[in-house]
Each structure stands twice: as C-alpha cells, then as structure tokens.
DNA sequence: AGTGAAAAACAATGGCG
DNA sequence: CGCCATTGTTTTTCACT
C-alpha cells in the first residue's frame, strides 16, 4: 500500500490525531483549507486506511484506573502452539492494553491497566503464569505517568 | 472528584471509546438508549473530564513509522535538577509516546516511535545519553505488536 | 489541484409523559 | 428516562473554477 501524502495531508492527520472532535471548517482554518477539501481528504483517508478509527481517549484515574504496569514475559521451551495460546490469550486480555514481542531478554512485554495491586496480581499469578509457555513474568509498577498520549510525531 | 457512573455511563463510554464517530442515534441503540439521553450523558461526561478528548488512531505503518522501542532509562546520581531536566526533555520529545517512572531497577520507561532504527539510533545516543542526569539506557525494540488500542477495561 | 453555496444529516434543547 | 419537535451546526454533494 504505497500512499502519496501532501503536505495538506499531514497537517490534516496531525490535527485529527490531535483532536477529532474539531468540526471540519476549524481544521480546515487552522491548515489552510475550505471544509469542503477537509472532508473529502479526510473521507480518502478513512478508506485507504490511513485513519483507523476514532476514539473517545477516556480518564484513567476518574474511572478508578489507578495502577499501570509494565509486565515482561519470558517464554519456556518454545512450542510453537503454547506461543500460540500465550499470544491468543494476552490479545484477548482487556486489562492488557499493548502486548509486544521484545528483542533482548524478554520475550514479550505487555503493558496492563488495573483497578488495585489485587487485580494485577490475580493477572499476573491466575492468568499469566499458569500458561505452559510462560516461564518467567517481571512485573514493573508505574509510579507516574509523565505522557501517555501515543501520538505519532508527524511534524 | 467523585463521580456516580451509572450502567448507562460506563456502556456509553465504552462505547465512545471504541468508536467515537458514532452518531448519538447509533450509540443508543447499541446500549438501549434514546438519542437526546446519549447527548445529554455524553456532554456531563465531557464537562466532568472524564472524557478527556476525541482523537483519531492512524496506521502507524502505511505513515512510515516502522519501529516502536521500549527505553528503559537509569539515572545517575540523583540531582533533583537534572532529574527535572530529564522529565522536560523527554516530554516535550515527539517521539516518545509514553513515558513512565517505575519500580524495579529502571527509573524510567519510555515508549518511543520512529519511522528507522537510524532515528532511534539518534534519539537513544544524540538525546537521552548527552543528558546530564542519564546514567544508562537500554533499548529493547518491538518485533510485532499483538495489541496496541490502549482501551481501560470498561467491561 | 481548489472554492463556495445548497441540501442532507446530525446534535443539542426544551417540553411532556 | 423516552419521545417528539425545533433550532442551529455541520457534513456532504454539486456546480464551477
């Protein structure tokens, strides 16, 4: 998939990635063109794929979401279908927000978003390591948060 | 801030957080609701912060951005000012999507995402190192991503 | 490539049960 | 909280550069 992007585009993905909600006349004022443009190269956007989705980013902390972690797995003797289970397992985790296989030491580190310690712990200790192809699990807790917006750095 | 979500509320903002472009008349046929009801809901949980904001998920790959790394960052000798130095820098640095303090043996970890390990190259020797506070960084780069949608776990 | 204006869709309020 | 009607925005399409 191979996508030529003008300069009119990037400066329209970075706005949307920075806030969706701006009515397409805004964006189109703040990057320097009409709504009409705005809203057909964002429709070209949505359909080649470039715009996934959009989403309401919610508060973590007002919603009770108090502690993050880090979690690193390493994988035992690799099968090939307990990797499987393990990757199907974690995908399908919601308190798992990223699940990525690593370079290094650690196979894979997941990123898990919980209500209290209790939560990660019956994660880490029920679910986790119970699979056959975990063998060793490395919980780092994060104390704070400085950014956590995932933007990608269009500028 | 204490707030009293109703089963409503938490099905609304799930919903939001899944797909925010949604018309009010979709959402509230998905979780049994009028459409004046989800603007109504919608707007209290906009004014209370418990939605942040609106922003739209792009494809990371089809833009360029190929590699995503996990920066684990050691300081050294702890001066209060460097330290301060260090959580400036690395805030304001586009790159980096995510960056926490944690427990365990790594001060910090850093979500960073570039478009070549050149520029990962560049971002780990040319800007974390140089920094006065830095003792040692180790980068573990992301082969796959099984799961990146960073939803909180409504369920 | 782009604009501007009309038409269609939608959001946001208020009143009533 | 549902339903309905109204009002004001906003998106989208079309004609025209």
Redesign the interface.
């Known amino acids: 998939?191979q996508?030529a992007?003008d300069s009119f585009d990037v400066k329209l993905?970075a706005a949307?990635?920075?806030?969706?909600?701006a009515t397409n006349a805004e964006i189109g004022e703040t990057i320097g063109l009409s709504a009409s443009q705005v809203s057909r190269r964002r429709q070209k956007l949505e359909d080649?794929?470039?715009?996934?989705?959009?989403?309401?980013?919610?508060?973590?902390e007002?919603?009770g979401?108090t502690v993050?972690a880090?979690v690193g797995v390493t994988l035992g003797a690799h099968s090939r279908e307990n990797a499987r289970k393990f990757?199907n397992m974690?995908?399908a985790m919601?308190?798992?927000?990223?699940?990525?296989?690593?370079?290094?030491d650690?196979d894979y580190?997941l990123?898990v978003?919980?209500r209290d310690l209790k939560a990660l712990s019956r994660i880490v200790n029920d679910e986790l390591l119970p699979q056959e192809a975990v063998q060793h699990v490395?919980s780092?807790?994060?104390?704070?948060?400085?950014?956590?917006?995932?933007?990608?750095?269009?500028?």
């Open positions: 998939m996508i992007l993905l949307l990635q920075e806030n969706s909600a080649n794929g470039i715009i996934r989705r959009y989403r309401a980013a919610l508060n973590p007002a919603l979401f993050t880090f990757r974690v995908t919601p308190e798992v927000q990223e699940a990525h296989t690593l370079t290094g650690v580190m990123k978003v919980v490395k780092s807790i994060a104390m704070d948060t400085l950014k956590d917006d995932n933007l990608l750095p269009l500028a």
